[in-house]
């Protein structure tokens, strides 16, 4: 302190600066917070969007690969068809005559349990905790025989970062007179 009481001009600055710097700190730190806050909140959100247009893609994949089968026309016919799936897996069950897309997410497509008519595919969701297990299915039985690589088997897709190229070919009739489509990858 001088003569006149006053406390000493260096000492002053000295704390001035100092608790700037922990205001600083301390609002930083608020922010950083609300900010964590915020997409907390806001990234469940996003991801079930996501996930959503994810199972809409995937049921135009599906349309696509159902519209190639019914058109594909006479035996020896190719066609080729891009497949990109980004989340989930779609199955060619040629055991069955089926094909099945899976994936997990926390979007409820449909109501729990219950089995939607979209078109020739049917959509159900199976809930699961937190997680939904959400099926997309066509069944080809009825008329066509399905084939992996000229095979009575299961092939699975899943997730790549380049699209899958799905060749679909037209094999002519089976001994019960259902029309052989076989499905090849490369």
Known sequence: MNKRGNLKRGKFIGNYRGQVWVETVIYLL??????????????PKIE????????EQSLEIMKDIDN???????PGNKRLLEVGIRKGSL???????????EMESRYMYTEPGQTIDIGNIQAITVARGDVNTITLERD????????????????????????????????????SNKIIINFDTE
């Open 91 to 101: 199955t060619i069950n040629s055991e069955n005559d089926t094909l099945l897309f």
């Open 48 to 55: 079930e969007l996501r996930d959503k247009a994810i199972i």
């Open 140 to 175: 080809f039985s009825e008329e066509y025989n399905l084939t992996y690589k000229g095979e009575e088997t299961t092939k699975t897709l899943a997730k790549v970062s380049a699209p899958y190229s799905l060749y679909l070919t037209n094999e002519g009739r089976s001994p």
């Open 30 to 43: 608020i922010a950083f917070a609300m900010m964590g806050l915020v997409l907390s909140f806001i990234r």
């Open 68 to 74: 190639l089968i019914v058109t594909i026309g006479s």
